[in-house]
């Protein structure tokens, strides 16, 4: 019994694993794998959460602080008795207690503008977890249709090597009827040979492909993945809508979460520079507190040491004050943190046009590359059906004897190569238009703001 048991167990074990390696992931399901598993992404996040503890403490700084203390004393020799202040010469020991609260009415509004500062800090790296999550997704896409690609050149080569084994057995049989010399046995082995090298080489680069994305997803555990077969329908001629730089810009500028952030940043550093120059101004502290005291020296009129209690109530004294506090100079560091943050301001500011800049130059690229793809795909379309009549034409009349096998090998070279370009153009734009929908708002990716 226990042994159909192990077996039965072994079978479905053997069916799930088979299953599950099976399974063809989608683009939207290997983006949302990676978002969950990738632990570059971790530290983004971990940035983020020490900025929010950041901005939280900026908060609690503005509520007062009470602090208290104890101290137990034992003099030797020569020292001042702390209840009557006359000089003995005895050993004694004594016990302080203190409890003081303080808060800050005015210090040139520092802690507002650090609160504000902090804030927007925080903001700003939530914009970067979500960037990292997009760039994330981008590399994930770009690893899926690099499969897709490698698995249509695989397709490809297997084709060719299809024909040419066909043209092997076909130039085989014409030697042994005596139709054709050995010569051109060998040459067609040539052919077959290189279509076979082909393939092999076309299923490296698949394999090598499929790794990225593996590593990309961080998928534990395989070295295999399998996806979704169907490539992009892409829209070609009259049925494109015309792209504009400019208006794909200003849609990008208003949510694109690099910006966002690099605004963020030089509102921050703004607010830097109205803490640096609060340092000038004077400060304003509201200050209370309460103390007592146990000494060995406080006796009876018998010359005994007061009990503890008697002395904690009696020794108790209470205090309020204010502080004020005006810098007048402390070798100009003050002055110099504010040019300093000044600096810090215009740097952040010029990253902020910057930014800016590189996206401009980014979404022209695009729109540049989304338009000369356009006419690309038409006309490769059109090679690729013109060589595949080529290679046809080319394929009978060397059965029939008219041509040799170099003239087919070419013919041939000349349509695998037009079906490569036609996929490479194919998914060059597909990926390009995943791009620019991206930069107008459009939902290419499942990523969630927060």
């Known amino acids: 019994m226990n042994k159909k048991f192990k077996i039965t167990t072994l079978l479905l074990l053997t069916i799930w694993a088979s299953v599950f390696a099976q399974e063809s992931w989608t683009l939207d399901e290997c983006v949302s794998y990676a978002l969950a598993h ?33 101290s137990y004393l034992v003099n030797y020799g020569r020292a001042e008795d702390p209840n009557t202040g006359t000089f003995v010469n005895q050993d004694f020991y004594s016990n302080n207690y203190s409890l003081e609260s303080s808060i800050d009415l005015f210090q040139g509004f520092q802690k507002i503008n650090a609160i504000k500062a902090s804030k927007l800090l925080f903001k700003a790296t939530k914009e970067d977890v979500l960037q990292q999550k997009y760039l994330l997704a981008f590399r994930v896409m770009q690893a899926f249709y690099d499969i897709q690609f490698f698995e249509g050149l695989v397709e490809i080569s297997k084709e060719q090597l299809t024909v040419s084994q066909t043209n092997y057995n076909l130039v085989e049989k014409q030697v042994e009827l005596g ?12 052919l077959l040979l290189t279509d076979k090298l082909n393939v092999t080489q076309s299923a490296n680069q698949l394999a090598t492909a499929k790794l990225t994305l593996i590593q990309e997803m961080n998928l534990e555990n395989t070295s295999e993945i399998e996806i979704t077969k169907e490539l992009p329908q892409v829209v070609t001629g009259a049925m494109v809508n015309e792209i504009k730089s400019d208006a794909v810009y200003t849609e990008a500028r208003e949510f694109l979460p690099l910006i966002k952030a690099q605004e963020l940043r030089a509102k921050a550093a703004r607010k830097q520079v109205a803490v640096s120059r609060g340092r000038l101004y004077p400060s304003l502290s509201f200050f209370a507190g309460i103390g007592t005291g ?8 018998l010359g005994k040491t007061l009990p503890f209690r008697q002395q904690f109530r009696d020794n108790t004294s209470q205090y309020i004050g204010v502080n004020l506090s005006v810098p007048i100079s402390n070798g100009w560091s003050a002055r110099s943190q504010v040019k300093q943050s000044k600096i810090e301001k215009l740097r952040a500011e010029n990253n902020l046009k910057t930014q800016e800049q590189e996206l401009f130059q980014t979404i022209q690229q695009l729109v540049q590359d989304y338009n000369s793809l356009v006419v690309e795909l038409v006309q490769s379309n059109q090679k690729m059906e013109a060589q595949n009549l080529a290679f046809t034409i080319a394929q009978k009349r060397y059965e029939k004897g008219l041509i040799n096998a170099l003239e087919l090998f070419t013919a041939k070279n000349l349509y695998a190569s037009a079906q490569n370009e036609n996929l490479q153009v194919k998914l060059r734009s597909e990926i390009n238009k995943s791009t620019l929908d991206f930069y107008r708002g459009l939902p290419v990716f499942n990523i969630e703001a927060n």
Do not use: H, I, M
């Open 38 to 70: 990738n632990l570059q992404l971790n530290d983004f996040k971990y940035t983020n959460q020490s900025n929010k503890e950041t901005y939280r403490q900026s908060v609690r700084n503005l509520l007062p602080s009470v602090n208290a203390s104890s």
């Open 179 to 190: 139709l054709k010399a050995g010569a051109d046995l060998y040459e067609a082995e040539s």
């Open 294 to 301: 146990y000494f060995e020296t406080t006796r009876d009129t």
